[in-house]
């Protein structure tokens, strides 16, 4: 039976190097904030408590780990003094526990539940703490991972406080730590401080385990899985890399990426099979791809806003693009299709409808077979209120006609070009609004004479 499980999230500092008024860890990768990826693996362990460490004045932190998982404890660190004290600030969680605790950094969207449970399986094999260390290919700044002749951790050696034999070493401290030890924060009180910046390092912890008797071991991870972002640059670092992982992964499940690094998913974005998306794709969070769908190039498709979260979907067989944009709340039936400089918000399209240019369709229904011309706009919103159109099922729009919402159209009925359709329209009949051509023979050249003679 696995040993029950805490996982402690240190998300306390801010990361002034991001030059901005967000947490650090609130930055996004995909859609998400790095914290919540870091929790999305950290649930995948069902872990019996989750405890998250802040700094004072970080309830924007605190409320984004509740909103990842609920039954998170929040515990404050009131003063920096280091990786030891941040953990030691959820001591009310650690005191008691009996099982696994794994501590992990907010700052490290990459990892992968797989990583973390090779280090709980190191436990299980007798570790009394395991370390994630990496391969650095420029050491410089990190903590070395010392071992000895068995290739057991006996020490991690801080930059400041290496030797220079130490620093050749270029095995590294990634920070992220398991222990399964008797009495951890009695373990942890017992740092002390002796080094070159005066902090309790968490680090430290490893050589008092020893001393009392537990084996400390060191499991590989590669060093872009442990990327830490303390700035913009590795923020797009860290992105690229998600990036990349995700599109490998929607291609080996069966959608096509004619240009893979031209198109851009989300944390939660669904893709169905036989999927075809072509270059300059953006997929926002909230969204979903059935089978058999082809999206063109330069499509944008976000199901959350940051005024309203309603999910896009875009149902099996439909075609869309290239230069569609759909948002919050659009709902693209089965083998419907959307083309060039289409827009629809919370609408919803039924199965065959086709709207195929320079179109607008905001809060409306639009029923199965119906046609909506080139031009079209659906004029849902008053200044004040935004309001429903109802497109009836076979509908046949014609270029250039505006739709004032509340308005219905029944099934089957036609709307004339360049109509300005304010009342409802019953099924099967035309609807003209528009105001009626005068042709006055001779005037234009007339007129051209005229002005001949002015100039």
């Known amino acids: ?68 998982a609920p039954t998170t404890e929040t515990f404050i660190q009131a003063e920096r003094r280091g990786t030891a004290d941040a953990v030691l600030a959820a001591a009310a969680a650690l005191t008691g526990h009996k099982g696994d605790v794994l501590v992990l950094y907010g700052d490290t969207p990459l990892l992968t539940a797989a990583t973390l449970e090779r280090m709980r399986a190191v436990l299980d094999e007798g570790a009394g703490v395991a370390v994630l260390g990496f391969e650095a290919a420029d050491p410089t700044g990190y903590g070395r991972l010392l071992t000895n002749a068995g290739g057991e951790l006996i020490a991690i050696r801080e930059q400041a406080d290496a030797s220079e034999a130490e620093r050749q070493q270029r095995l590294c401290n990634a920070g992220v730590m398991a222990f399964r030890v008797q009495d951890l924060t009695g373990l942890l009180r017992r740092i002390s401080g002796d080094n070159a910046k005066g902090e309790l390092y968490l680090t430290d912890a490893i050589e008092l385990a020893r001393r009392d008797g537990y084996r400390a071991r060191v499991v590989v991870c590669s060093e872009e899985e ?78 959350h806003d940051g005024k309203r979260r309603d999910t896009v979907f875009v149902r099996k067989g439909a075609v869309v693009g290239p230069y569609a944009r759909f948002r919050p709340g659009a709902d693209i039936g089965p083998d419907v299709h959307i083309g060039n400089f289409v827009e629809v918000k919370n609408t919803t399209i039924e199965a065959g409808a086709k709207a195929n240019h320079f179109t607008y369709m905001g809060d409306a229904r639009v029923g199965a077979g119906a046609n909506i011309g080139a031009g079209t706009i659906f004029c849902n919103y008053d200044g004040f209120e935004k309001h429903r159109t109802d497109v009836g099922a076979g509908v046949f729009i014609g270029s250039n006609s505006a739709l004032v919402a ?42 051209r004479a005229r002005r001949a003679r002015r100039k």
Not at 244 to 270: C, I, K, N, Q
């Open 1 to 68: 039976m696995a040993a029950p499980l805490l996982t402690v999230v240190l998300a306390a500092g801010q990361g002034t190097r991001m030059q901005s008024d967000t947490p650090k860890v609130l930055h996004k990768i995909a859609g998400r904030s790095m914290l919540g990826h870091v929790f999305d693996v950290v649930r995948a362990l069902a872990p019996e408590r989750l405890a998250l460490v802040v700094g004072p004045d970080m309830e924007d932190v605190a409320a984004e780990g509740r909103a990842a």
């Open 226 to 303: 442990v990327l830490g972002v303390n700035d913009r640059t590795q923020l797009a670092a860290a992105e690229a890399i998600w990036q990349r992982r995700r599109r490998h992964e929607v291609m080996l499940a069966g959608v096509t990426l004619v240009a893979p690094e031209t198109v851009w998913l989300s944390y939660d974005t669904v893709i169905g099979r036989d999927v075809l998306i072509e270059p300059n794709v953006v997929i926002g969070p909230g969204v979903v791809i059935e089978d058999g769908v082809t999206v063109h190039a330069n499509c944008y498709m976000a199901g």
């Open 406 to 447: 509340p308005v219905k159209l029944g099934d089957g009925a036609y709307v004339a070009a360049g109509s300005i359709i304010t009342k409802d329209v019953p099924a099967d009949a035309l609807a003209l609004a528009r105001a009626p051509q005068e042709v006055r023979e001779g005037w234009a050249a007339k007129y």
